[in-house]
């Protein structure tokens, strides 16, 4: 029903409504079937324990007759063991329910073992202590990363320097590990081998809220919450003033979409922002990120669904702030606004440096461009 409701949109555009009916109603009658075959069986159990009881106890009154006319027994004893194994059998009725109710009870408690049997974050330096993040200098030293349960390397000794205030793209095919090694700066997941260091100081030394106050980062997909705009904009600094959240919204190139809101800052943003476009979503984000002025900032193909020319103004924008910028993308013409491009394929650098250098030197990376120009054979490595 969640996914359903969630894909709605989906669904109607692919007009595969009578699809998805068929697939919840057998959902429902395979659910409806269990539930009924098990309310049986309670059912049938119910009856068969108290027709047990009831012949137990006229088998008790029956002895119990013959041991009082014998005079081995006294009635008192006979409705004392009447009593005995009525309360005996009442509590082994009770036995069926306690049964399903320790069933449901294993399986949740096995869930929420899984879950805080889970490594916790490790933290660095307590909060306000140890370094800080000053320059925005980042070092990858032979850095790999392997998902839990995974056989392959999600990144596989990778290394690289982008120098402070510097613009770095990062470029290849899906599933090369460019969202992985973006995580790895703010210790989203920790690397199996290897370091990541921020002006020279491996990530692990930072506390938690200094790394992340430094460090914005831009998720692929974006989140919104249910408020006001400008709420959604101080999510990283609930101290920014108006004039910070106005510049930081002027910067992604989404001030004037918001001016033209009935209620323009104080306007309501529905829940995962549901009434607002893809692009308007992303630029959102990217605001909210630069509100916190970072020292580092990650964005996760976070472009993909803007035009050329908003695009262009932003990152352009951006070189305005004294920060890191790391940009994952899938576009060439994003790539060739930064400083420097790193190149991920299979989870490994197979090359670094500008656009023309790339051009030069590597294969895949002309094979790319050449692919983005609609061009079927090899480019010129000139550029105009």
Known sequence: MRENLAGMRLIKAWMRKEYEEERFA?????????????????????????????????AVLLFGRHHIEAGTASAGQVVAVINYATRTTAALSMFTFITMAFSRARASAAR?????????????????????????????????????DSELDALSDVSFVIRPHETAAIL?????????????????????????????????????????????????????????????LRFGKMTATMEEIVQAARDAQIHETITRFPDGYDARIGQKGVNLSGGQKQRLSIARALVGQPRVLLLDDSTSALDAETEAKLLAALRKYACTTVIVTQKVSTAMAADTILLLEDGRLIAQGSHEQLLATSDLYRRIVATQEGKKGSVDVTTA
Do not use: C, W
Request: proline share 5%.
């Open 172 to 232: 290849g095919a899906t599933g090369a590990g460019k969202s992985t090694l973006l995580q790895l700066i703010p210790r989203l997941y920790e690397p199996s081998g290897g370091r990541v260091l921020i002006d020279g100081v491996d990530v692990r030394e930072f506390s938690a809220e200094q790394l992340r106050t430094a460090v914005r980062f831009v998720p692929q997909e974006v989140l919104l919450f249910s408020g006001t705009v400008a709420d959604n």
């Open 112 to 148: 929420l073992a899984e879950l805080l049997e889970a490594p916790g974050e490790r933290h660095g330096a307590d909060a306000g202590g140890g370094p800080a993040v000053q320059r925005g200098e980042i070092r990858f030293e032979h850095v790999s990363f392997r998902y839990p």
């Open 26 to 58: 057998a959902a429902n009658d395979a659910l409806m079937e269990r539930t009924m075959s098990v309310l049986r069986l309670v059912e049938t159990i119910t009856p068969v324990l108290l027709i047990v009881m009831n012949t137990a106890i006229v």
